[in-house]
């Protein structure tokens, strides 16, 4: 293989490289660190948002957060949040890692969206294939051993939406099932 740095201008790019790898270096240390503290300051806010819905009570937390601190509801859930998530810790490097990564995934700026008319939230549509996909994919787990099935429960809890399909679909009649019904 040639001496590529013997040119000139490969040479210059690598230098100016080698500086800019640097430069991201150090900032990424001084991100790191940044995030460290802000991951303290989080933690140990949580902490009294914690304490403080546990004197409020139920119902008046978020209303006292609005009427009180200079953060939005979000924010002060996330926190209370990371906080509840790891209650036994006494530093920041007792955090598990997953509220950490949840907790930081919380800074991605929710988008904008603009206010248009006639914007409206729209209801959930309901159709049957959607119980058929939710039952294909159990039926899936099972083959392959993620999910265990309860025969007995399974018959007792799924035994009124068979009725129901029998009647409604087959238009088979109580009687004719009554065979078949699981016991109690």
Known sequence: MKNHLANPELTALREESLALIVELDAIGRDIESKLGIALDKAWQLGKRLVRQKEILGHGKWLLWVESNLPISDRHARRYKELAEANPRATCVGDLSEDS???????????????????????????????????????????????????????????WPMFEWLAGRVYGLTSDTLSHLRPPG
Do not use: C, S, Y
């Open 100 to 158: 950490v990564r949840k907790f930081r995934l919380g800074f991605v700026p929710e988008k904008d969206r603009p206010k248009l008319v006639g914007d409206r939230a729209l209801p959930r549509a309901f159709h049957h294939l959607t119980l058929l996909n939710d039952w294909r994919r159990l039926e899936r787990r099972l083959e392959i051993g993620q999910a265990q099935l309860d025969q007995e429960a399974a018959k007792k809890d799924l």
